[in-house]
């Protein structure tokens, strides 16, 4: 069983940047595929960016991409999210996945408690 914790969600200006880090414990790290989701109020959980069990290959969302950075520390069990150019529309609460398979999916098996980003106008 994978325990995920994140960290690092607040509140920002817009144009501002933001990093999460997610902590893994109770699994094999280094097999893990790792990502991020995200769901707004009202709103279909979303696809945010990925990152392979060796972080060789990296998959972002339309919506981030050229903005947020995904990277892995394999010694550490560790994930972050780098998020740069922050706009309103990033606010949502962002959950660390991890799965056992090649990527990360809705249906993935582990998730994180999530946390709040909130950025202002």
């Known amino acids: 069983q994978v325990q995920l914790v994140e960290s690092g969600g607040g509140t920002v200006q817009a144009g501002g940047s933001l990093s999460l880090s997610c902590a893994a414990s109770?699994?094999?790290?280094?097999?893990?595929?790792l990502g991020w989701f995200r769901q707004a109020p009202g709103k279909e959980r979303e696809f945010v960016a990925g990152?392979?069990?060796?972080?060789?290959?990296?998959m972002y969302g339309d919506s981030v991409k050229g903005r947020f950075t995904i990277s892995r520390d394999n010694d550490n069990n560790t994930v972050y999210l780098r998020m740069s150019s922050l706009k309103p529309e990033d606010t949502a609460v962002y959950y660390c996945?991890?799965?056992?398979?090649?990527?990360?999916?809705?249906?993935?098996?582990?998730w994180g408690q999530g946390t709040q980003v909130t950025v202002s106008s």
């Open positions: 990152i392979s069990w060796n972080g060789h290959q990296t």
């Open positions: 996945v991890a799965d056992p398979r090649m990527a990360v999916a809705k249906n993935s098996d582990y």
């Open positions: 109770g699994g094999n790290f280094k097999n893990l595929a």
